[in-house]
């Protein structure tokens, strides 16, 4: 959606409203910004290794 768009649903009151909101809220710990980074960097977990060749 672009905020073109985001504005033409939520009106220019409610998207000055949820600013407000949004510059109330206390920044995150450097705990949290850390666990947010790596679920971030890696969503989906490290990647498998393939097996080896010769394994089979």
């Known amino acids: 959606m672009t905020r073109e768009e985001r504005r ?5 009151e409610a998207i000055e409203q949820i600013r407000l909101r949004v510059a ?5 710990s450097p ?5 947010l980074r790596r679920i ?7 990647i ?3 097996p080896a060749a ?3």
């Open 8 to 12: 033409a649903l939520l009106g220019d």
């Open 24 to 28: 109330q809220a206390p920044d995150p």
């Open 31 to 35: 705990e949290l910004v850390e666990k």
């Open 40 to 46: 971030l960097t890696a969503p989906a977990g490290p």
């Open 48 to 50: 498998p290794q393939a």
């Open 54 to 56: 010769d394994a089979a």
